[in-house]
């Protein structure tokens, strides 16, 4: 019997993946827009302010170019200049989220069932949908103060390592999953090796069971659990999970209680009408 490492290996060896276009030749593509966005793509919530020298050794420039390049985000509104002279993020910038939140109030219609789990838990919940290589959260439910990160809109993680990640990818299917994969393997190679296995394993396991878990993967201090919802109206996939503090997290609850009640939970979202539900999802009810 094949294990999980070597199947996803052999999908994304059936996937295509766009990534083997040479970016730098492609005359269809801005190279000075395309810099200008992975200056703003540097921050974090973890690193909130930047030296023109450190942005330019991040992204392999010279200082000239990065300084030009700032001074039109800073005169955009993009990015502001604190009292110690450093780049940071301008509010201005929220004016961009703003119309893809605006674009999602189906998010709203699932605070209360999202609010009941998060009181159940004792953890923070949110909604995660699928955004090219990562999962982005766009409606948190629960309480920041006991958590090790402010959840939050916007939050961006790995699909390789993170509970929410592989629930995401189980909603894929097919050619779909191959390409998605290839692409993974591409950009990221070394998670793609590390982490073929228990990304299969979750995969499996949310088709079969409707949930997934991850030991802190990604971020060492939080057990998260995620379950697949299903795909919306505009094409957008989307997944339920649920993040608790390491050292509050009890594993026989995680996997005997939370984690189904979890996939039930998903179930009733289901019914609301707002997602399309995977293939797996109708087999199972």
Known sequence: MKDGKTILSQWADDGQCDLT???STDQ???STLMRGLEILGLYSDTEDRLSNSEIARRLGLNRATVSRLCKTLVHMGYLRRDP??????APQILSLAYPVLAATRWRHRL???MREIAEMSNGNVSLCVMSDDRFVQVQPVGDPASFPHIPEPGITGPLLRSASGRSLLA???GQELNDKLAELRMRFPED???YAEPTFAAIQRCREE???VAYGEWRPNIVALSTPLGQTEDGLYVALSCGLPRFRAREDVIENDLGPRMAE?????????VFRAPSFAKQRA
Do not use: V, Y
């Open 111 to 113: 605070i209360p069932p």
């Open 21 to 23: 276009i040479d970016t």
């Open 210 to 212: 409707g949930f997934c």
């Open 84 to 89: 110690k002279g450093l780049f940071r993020l």
């Open 265 to 273: 939970a998903a179930n009733s979202i289901r019914m609301m009408g």
């Open 171 to 173: 909603l894929l299917e």
């Open 192 to 194: 793609f090796d590390k």
């Open 28 to 30: 269809a593509l801005s």
